[in-house]
């Protein structure tokens, strides 16, 4: 069985990550839009950063156009907007697509190991799923879930060793 630790994923900057890096770690992936009336939620998940960082929790942010075309820039205006409106320091990816054919790997995986309540696809942008420090799956949350109604999840995956 693959675990989250088996992919790679292009960061904003254009170089090629090994998510074999969080190993070890707690790791929140969250597909995100700049447009979205949900964006609002990236302060939210920098606060969980700058909350649990040093305790191991890693935030993977992966930026999706397919909802509405609210994710149209390119990885530097993502990454200006992020930072400009929202302080966000964890790490962004380049856009990917998260259902349909062109389905980035790291998101096939995602939905084969944690389906949703009606269906395996992802719904909207802030689709959240945690993983836990061997790099499995623990649980999936709707778009709507806030950041901050993660926070004893986040601590319990902390506390496993």
């Known amino acids: 069985m693959s675990t989250l630790h088996d992919f790679t994923a292009?960061?904003?900057?254009?170089?090629?990550?090994?998510?074999a890096d969080y190993a070890g770690k707690v790791v929140l992936v969250v597909n995100t839009a700049s447009k979205c009336g949900l964006t609002p939620q990236l302060?939210?998940?920098?606060?969980?950063?700058?909350?649990?960082?040093?305790q191991g929790l890693a935030i993977l942010g992966?930026?999706?156009?397919?909802?509405?075309?609210?994710?149209?820039?390119d990885a530097d205006e993502i990454g200006e907007f992020c930072t400009k409106n929202y302080g966000v320091s964890f790490q962004m990816f380049d856009k990917v697509k998260v259902n349909g054919p062109d389905t980035h790997p790291?998101?096939?995986?995602?939905?084969?190991?944690?389906?949703?309540t009606i269906t395996g696809g992802i719904k909207w942008n802030f689709a959240k799923?945690?993983?836990?420090?061997?790099?499995?799956?623990?649980?999936?949350?709707?778009?709507?879930?806030?950041?901050?109604?993660?926070?004893?999840?986040?601590?319990?995956?902390?506390?496993?060793?």
């Open 43 to 54: 302060e939210g998940l920098q606060q969980l950063h700058e909350e649990y960082a040093e």
């Open 106 to 116: 790291v998101y096939a995986w995602l939905k084969s190991q944690k389906r949703g």
């Open 129 to 161: 799923f945690l993983v836990g420090r061997d790099g499995k799956v623990i649980d999936r949350y709707a778009p709507i879930t806030k950041p901050e109604a993660l926070r004893a999840d986040i601590e319990a995956a902390l506390a496993q060793a």
């Open 10 to 19: 292009t960061a904003l900057d254009g170089t090629e990550k090994s998510l």
């Open 62 to 73: 992966f930026p999706c156009n397919q909802f509405a075309g609210q994710e149209p820039g």
